[in-house]
């Protein structure tokens, strides 16, 4: 009997399937699935409510987060440790203050905060040296805040920038030595208050490299309003604020009403008023 071979190309197409038969069946294929993780849902964190401590809820708090703090006085020296967050009073600066006291700045804004994502707001303070100082890369926004010497120290600084980048709206200085000292900086300040600045309401130096805008702010009762190489600029007025007797509220016939940026609106759509209880974010909150 004849027998045929088999041709040699099937023979090698037959091992091939043989040995991929086996590879199918021996192998166990294993599919991961990468889940991207969810970002986390904004907090707001209250004090003392949930914290005793405004610090304690700035280290707990995320990126995103409001720290929501009720009226009172808080001893405390804060520090941001680049968190991006919203820190703000409940009622206003003329009902919670942070006493720095003992400490060198009421807030340092030194560990990489973006001023985009970071604001302060609401808030009467007050420290041993500045108030809030920042540093450079860092930066924060800052609203309707009061920076008062009622720490009664000689040097008081309300804003001070080591650099970095700060902008400044709808505040008062009231009685520091200087109100805001700027120099390697970028920011800008705008519809607020200086008076009874006992050194300089606006102090800058490093003017080859120092570029903080300003205008559309109200002097009164200064030692002295500009750095010598400053000139008024455009909006800003010079006249007695007019207050509410014990109050920083602006009485009816005020300089400082609608006075202030007029692309900058109070809640009511009005053109800003110059100082705390002007603008976007004044207090209260309906």
């Known amino acids: 009997m004849k027998i045929n071979k088999p041709n040699i190309s099937t023979t090698i197409r037959l091992a091939l399937l043989l040995i991929l038969t086996l590879s199918i069946n021996c192998t166990k294929k294993e599919y991961i699935t990468i889940v991207q993780p969810e970002e986390p849902e904004p907090r707001v964190l209250w004090v003392p409510d949930d914290f005793e401590t405004i610090q304690d809820a700035i280290n ?8 929501r703090v009720k009226a009172g006085t808080y001893q405390e020296g804060l520090r941001l440790f680049g968190k991006n967050i919203w820190l703000e009073s ?13 400490w060198n700045n009421g807030i340092t804004i030194k560990d990489g905060e973006n001023y985009l994502n970071t604001t302060i707001r609401g808030f009467t303070i007050y420290s041993s ?10 930066g924060t926004t800052i609203y309707n805040c009061i920076f008062r010497n009622l720490a009664n120290v000689e040097d008081y600084d309300g804003v001070w920038y080591a650099g970095g980048y700060g902008f400044i709206y709808n505040c008062i200085f009231d ?4 109100g805001i000292t700027g120099g390697y900086s970028v920011g800008d300040f705008s519809n607020s208050i200086f008076i009874r600045c006992y050194g300089r309401a606006y102090n800058h130096y490093a003017s080859f490299n120092n570029w903080i ?50 692309s900058i ?22």
Request: one cysteine or more.
């Open 60 to 67: 707990a708090s995320q990126d995103g987060d409001t720290v």
């Open 90 to 102: 409940e009622t206003g600066p003329e009902e919670a203050f942070i006493d720095g006291t003992g």
């Open 129 to 138: 040296n500045v108030g809030i100082q920042i540093y450079s890369p860092s």
């Open 175 to 178: 009685s520091c030595y200087t």
């Open 213 to 262: 805008t300003y205008g559309w702010n109200l002097f009164w009762n200064n030692e002295e309003n500009y750095s010598p190489e400053d000139e008024q600029h455009f909006g800003d007025v010079f006249a007695d604020l007019l207050f509410i007797e014990g109050s920083y509220v602006l009485s009816d016939n005020s300089h400082a009403i609608d006075a202030g940026d007029p």
């Open 265 to 286: 609106q109070d809640k009511d759509g009005s053109r800003s008023d110059i100082g705390v209880h002007g603008g976007p974010y004044a207090y209260p909150i309906p």
